[in-house]
């Protein structure tokens, strides 16, 4: 079952007003609405857009039980916007889309978001849009959904084209503004009728400016809204030289002003530091390294800052700063802080990320990760099991820092982040940093670190299916490395150029390069590193028919995956041999193989191999003529490899369940599996699949009496095998010399 997103952020409390603007959004789910089911919420800075939006997607969320997906597009203020590639990756993230299966292009991933919630009733709201550009891809396909969108934009463009129902929200009504205060107030602090409509226009009607005052009011009862209101006259005299004219911002300064005065000079220091953070959201140990301070200071100048709605507070220990505060917190450092003081921030800032960055890959088990960086900010106290945790909250901080960073740093933050973001299947914010990482390098003149970050890109470019782009930089790495004279790295090069090359079609190439990585490994004298190409070539052996060095190979992986106690490269060597013991009849073999395998891949640390082993375990299963435990096996593997995004596992997967019902007897059935194997080799490139669905699809045809198709199939089949120069091009031959 897909899961239910829930993403609304909080409730909005002491919500008043707006009827008939509730009322207008009611009629997008009402026949009432001309069928686009679009809905546009435009107005002001700060005059409650997604104040509103938010209220009214939990007052409707009944109506929508597939879940309600949110996402803050950033369009105004200091942060960059988030463009729509990024926003449809969370969507597919959060309907349950591996990384790694998101497709790379914009169009893509709009068609798949849209394949993903067709038929589903689902709520998506848009909030503080820019674009109608931004905003196009993210709409559903469907009239069973809702699309909320909040802009200042009028974005036209969606009701001519989408016939969106735009909405354009007012300042709140003297009414409605008073009912507010009166709300927030209380009892404490009531003033006099010409007081308190005179604080409703000092703060432009704003809801937040509203909110902020009303909290200075309670703050000191005694002076009420009357004092206030002659305080924010007074300060007006400071601020006009900012004042804009028509713009509420200008006004809601003042409010914003006079509150900061109420603070002490560390805690409207660490306000403004609020200003200087690189992302949408923060925690107190990040605001504490920029500040310079101790995370107990920070935590308790953001108490300060929440209670007087300077901060909002989100789950998990984070904070975040409406865009108007942001804006406003940015103007306040750049007047206060020196350029040095500022760039000084900031790199205490990066340094307590690489620090702790460096300890969460660690503990999250990502090897060679580990950067030595001296850090005088507090950092977590990070368990094994919150490592991971740690960096998916921080992570898109910590991508958008390294854009800014200093070039030494950019390389360091890389080269922490890079196994955490390429087993995560980050790949997009893989390909972001790792090109920055390169980037500093060159500017540094930095041979060693230009190399590998020529191999960690390809790295991530090769998971994107980008193979000739790897297989090129992943080239650039390796002469890279030999001008430095860095052996190991020429190995690594030499081993992913023979993945990549396998994966497009070559595996004679393939054999070359994982040979190359072999010989330099031991060059080295890198033993455990071995196991690595070792097992590659024991897997292209054993898939190009060559049985007896493929044993060779995988004997001696294993002999060195044992020796490191490395349960990674166990689990790789045990699959090689139950693979290949499976291929050559050697049944009983294979199943102990398997059995070893099992507990490492099911409860042990090495789960991304658990679809393969499964497979494996199917197909011996199906030799043995065992169907109900091999269809088990292979429908488990299927499903892991679904969920964690390797369309080439699920391939594999797919073409032996339909060899199996094919042997059963159920052909129809086999066909449709051996074409959804098709598909899914084809997005993931996989050659060697791909002819073993058109060869199984051959077979169904076959035995279902269409020669023709039959025919046609096989010839594909064929043409793909002679291409890759494996056995199963003589078997195929066969079938289509007897239709001859």
Sequence with gaps: ??????????????????????????????????????????????????????????????????????????????????????????????????????????????????????????????????????????????????????????????????????IALARLSSDEAGRLLAALVGDMGAGSPESTARLLDQCARLPLALRIAADLVRVRPSRGIDGLVNELADERDRLDLLDVADDPYSAVRVVFSWSCQQLSSGTLRMFRMCGLHPGASFDAYSLAALAGSRRRDALRAIDVLVRAHLVDELPEGRFQLHDLLRAYATELVEEAESEVDRSAALDRLLDYYIAAGSVAARLAGHRGTEVDVETTSDTPDLEAQDGLAWLDAERPNLIAVASTCRSDRAIALGRVLTSYLYLGAHLDDAVKLQTRTLEAARELGDKSAEADASRYLGVAEYARGQHHIAATLFEQARAGYAEVGDVRGQAASANTLGGTWWMAGKPRLAIQYFEQAVALFRESDDRQSLSSPLANLAYLHGRLGDHEPAFDYAREAMAVADESGDENRRAHALINLARLSERTGRLDDALAYGDQVLPLVRDGGVRSLKDEALMVLGAVHRRLGDDETAERLLEESIEHSRTVGKDSAMAEALNELALTRHAAGDSATAGRIHRGALDAATAAGVRHEEARAWDGLGDVQAALGDQDAARESWQRALAIYRDLDVPEAESTRGKLGQLD
């Design 1 to 166: 079952r897909p899961p239910t997103p829930a993403q609304l952020p909080t409730h909005v409390g002491g919500f008043v007003g707006r009827e008939q603007d509730l009322a207008e959004l009611d009629a997008t789910l009402t026949g009432d609405r001309d069928g686009s089911g679009i809905a546009v919420l435009t107005g002001t800075a700060g005059v409650g857009k997604t104040a509103l939006a938010v209220h009214w997607a939990h007052r409707v969320r009944e109506r929508f039980p597939d879940g309600q997906l949110y996402v803050d597009l950033r369009g105004y203020g200091p942060d960059r916007q988030l463009d729509p590639e990024q926003a449809l990756a969370g969507f597919l993230r959060a309907l349950g889309l591996d990384g790694a299966s998101i497709p790379n292009e914009l169009a893509e991933r709009s068609a798949r978001f849209r394949s993903m919630i067709a038929g589903r009733r689902m709520l998506v709201v848009l909030d503080n849009a820019r674009t109608v550009d931004q905003v196009r891809p993210l709409l559903p396909g469907t009239d069973a959904c809702v699309a909320l969108v909040t802009s200042r934009d009028a974005l036209t463009g969606l009701g001519a084209r989408e016939g969106a129902r735009r």
